[in-house]
Antibody
């Protein structure tokens, strides 16, 4: 059974930093692309960032480029999102989502339960 | 960036009836479109991918159709657990992946 479990969220002041983690199980982690998708309060889904199975290729939404860094440790089956220079508008539930393929344009076939990040003074 | 537009924003349907949800892309996405269901407090769940293929474990009452820029999700006979928010998602032109704003399916 595929499982994705996020952690590391919480309350942070504007300009602060957080690192999210997503521990995966139930599949060959290094064989699949992984993504972060967020959902602001009462809003829809916004793709934030993605990484290839090997970790060598990364992608970012314009809204987070230069502030967020995605990475993965395939030996620990863990996906990360380092978030710096946080803004109030980054407040959201952050989901990690597994791509159905290595990373070549893919649906997201499994999602974690999400972790809340609140940016507020 | 491809903009995905879903309609209607809210759809009121009686249990047992059919529901038809629409998703339009600002430019062609071929058949690279997925549908997700989200119930309150839960993560999205993949229902349909490649426009018309049901994901593993999804009941046959869910069906998807369309290609290019116009897509439809049909739920043939609504069950109580189907009242949720539905999102479409294009994965043809990326980054960025883009989602529709969602259709809330509510009980009439």
């Amino acid at each position: 059974e595929v499982q994705l479990e996020e952690s590391g969220g919480g309350l942070v002041q504007p300009g602060g930093s957080l690192r999210l983690s997503c521990v995966a199980s139930g599949f060959s982690f290094g064989g699949y692309g992984m993504n972060w998708v967020r959902q602001g309060p009462g809003k829809g889904l916004e793709w934030v960032s993605g990484v290839s199975g090997s970790g060598s290729t990364t992608f970012y939404a314009d809204s987070v480029k230069g502030r967020f860094t995605i990475s993965r440790d395939n030996s620990q089956n863990t996906l990360y999102l380092q978030m710096n220079s946080l803004r109030v508008e980054d407040t959201a539930i952050y989901y990690c989502a597994k791509a159905a393929r290595g990373y070549s344009g893919s649906r997201f076939d499994y999602w974690g339960q999400g972790i809340l990040v609140t940016v507020s003074s | 960036e491809i903009v995905m537009t879903q309609s209607p924003a809210t759809l009121s349907v009686s249990p047992g009836d059919r529901a038809t949800l629409s998703c339009r892309a600002s430019q062609t996405v071929s058949s690279n479109l997925a549908w997700y269901q989200q119930t309150p407090g839960q993560a999205p769940r993949l229902l349909i991918y490649d426009a018309s293929i049901r994901a593993t474990g999804i009941p046959a009452r869910f069906s998807g159709s369309g290609s290019g820029t116009e897509f439809t999700l049909t739920i043939s006979s609504l069950q109580s657990e189907d009242f949720a928010i539905y999102f479409c998602h294009q994965y043809n032109n990326w980054p960025p992946y883009t989602f529709g704003q969602g259709t809330k399916l509510e009980i009439k």
